[in-house]
């Protein structure tokens, strides 16, 4: 039954794919026909395939010389998802104005060139403020009270980045300013929780990343959880060995004693439920045996049971995953499917934190959204 589903679903996605595409595909050519009248169309239709099925094309596996070509690829690829909603999103606006004048009588003359040009320029507009939203880090400042005790600890200062996406897009000068923006806010600790790597580890080994991240300081230590793409890449054994070589501890349904006053908890991911013979802990199992008298940091890659991790004992819980839909109007879309899919709530006693994340999945394009690294600082009763 679920693999007729899951057949079920691949069908409709690719033929969603191929309608959508086509749409464009043919938008393209009509406008390009403007200004070179004999334009090769199965020629056209060749190159406008390849790129939009790009990123499948290289998401395959080749051998050694064409794995070059594949990266390539798939960047392409990752670029023209965001070129392919912002078309629909301008496309759809021409069409209906076209439509009306049309049916009002009015001359569409010149219509295509004109309106294909301002299409043109919108389209790279948001592209380029895109492109800064989703490179250019912001660090998003909170600051909440605990009401327990924490050893000696009055305050504690915790630096989070969700999402990195770290592979062949999101890459080693993205990770420095990571690395440059927290370490100067000095933080106590640091936490990732989740999707470190966008799927593959082989980028991540072959640009050396673990020589950058191993850069970051904290005094109570840098920890991490595993997000959905780690376990779509199919590594994670290698790569909490390559974490735990670089001072980076994952944890997978652990919890870890720090300073001798607070706990820091990580829950594997929720694909772990269907790709992971053992399955996860819940928030009760896994926090349970713990002094709740003292407080407790979940981490939980994707946001969702938090009534259950506050009746749990969890004081904080950290989350990213949605990116915030990345690209508007996506956010409309995570803002359903999610309890919180972005900022800040308050569930009982519990402080849950969504992160927009910092990198990037596809395109490293971001649209009512920006990457982002969050600055805790924890009051506790004195």
């Not at 596996?61 to 390539?72: C, E, T």
């Not at 062949?168 to 989740?194: E, F, S, Y």
Request: a positive charge; glycine letters at 10%.
């Amino acid at each position: 039954m679920k693999a007729r589903q899951m057949i079920a679903s691949i069908v409709i996605m690719l033929t969603a794919v191929l309608l959508i595409n086509g749409y464009i595909g043919a938008h393209i050519l009509a406008y390009l026909r403007e200004w070179w009248p004999g334009i090769s169309m199965p020629l056209f239709w060749i190159v406008f395939g390849i790129v939009a099925l790009s990123y499948l094309i290289g998401y395959v596996r080749y051998p050694g010389p064409l794995r070059a070509p594949a990266r390539l690829l798939k960047v392409i690829g990752s670029y023209y998802f965001a070129v392919m909603e912002f078309l629909i999103l301008l496309l759809v606006p021409a069409d209906i104005i076209y439509g009306i004048m049309r049916l009002t009588g009015a001359d569409t003359t010149g219509f295509i060139k004109i309106a294909g040009g301002i299409v043109l320029v919108l389209l790279l507009v948001l592209m380029a403020v895109g492109s800064r939203n989703a490179w250019d880090t912001v660090v998003r400042k909170h600051t909440v009270q605990v009401d327990k005790q924490a050893g000696g600890l009055k305050q504690l200062r915790i630096a989070a980045a969700s999402d990195l996406h770290l592979g062949n897009i999101v890459g080693k000068r993205h990770l420095q300013k990571l690395v440059r923006k927290i370490n100067a806010m000095q933080p106590d600790v640091i936490l990732l929780p989740g999707d470190v790597l966008d799927d593959s580890i082989e980028p991540f080994l072959r640009n050396n990343l673990g020589d950058t991240m191993k850069q970051l300081k904290a005094k109570h230590g840098v920890y991490a959880i595993l997000g959905n793409h780690e376990y779509y890449g199919r590594s994670i054994e290698t790569y909490t060995q390559v974490m735990h070589k670089i001072g980076i501890k994952v944890l997978q349904d652990e919890t870890v004693e720090l300073a001798g006053g607070y706990y820091v908890a990580g829950r594997k991911d929720r694909s772990a439920e269907a790709m992971d013979p053992k399955g996860r802990l819940s928030s009760a199992e896994l926090l349970s045996g713990l002094d709740l008298s003292r407080p407790v940091i979940l981490l939980d890659h994707q946001p969702y049971e938090f009534g259950r991790a506050a009746e749990a004992g969890a004081d904080l819980l950290l989350c990213g995953h949605t990116h915030r839909g990345q690209i508007a109007p996506n956010h409309l879309i995570t803002r359903r499917l999610f309890e919180l899919d972005w900022g800040y709530m308050r569930k009982s006693k519990l402080h849950v934190f969504v992160s927009s994340g910092f990198g990037t999945w596809g395109p490293p394009i971001r649209l009512g959204s920006r990457s982002e690294i969050l600055d805790i600082t924890v009051n506790f009763d004195s």
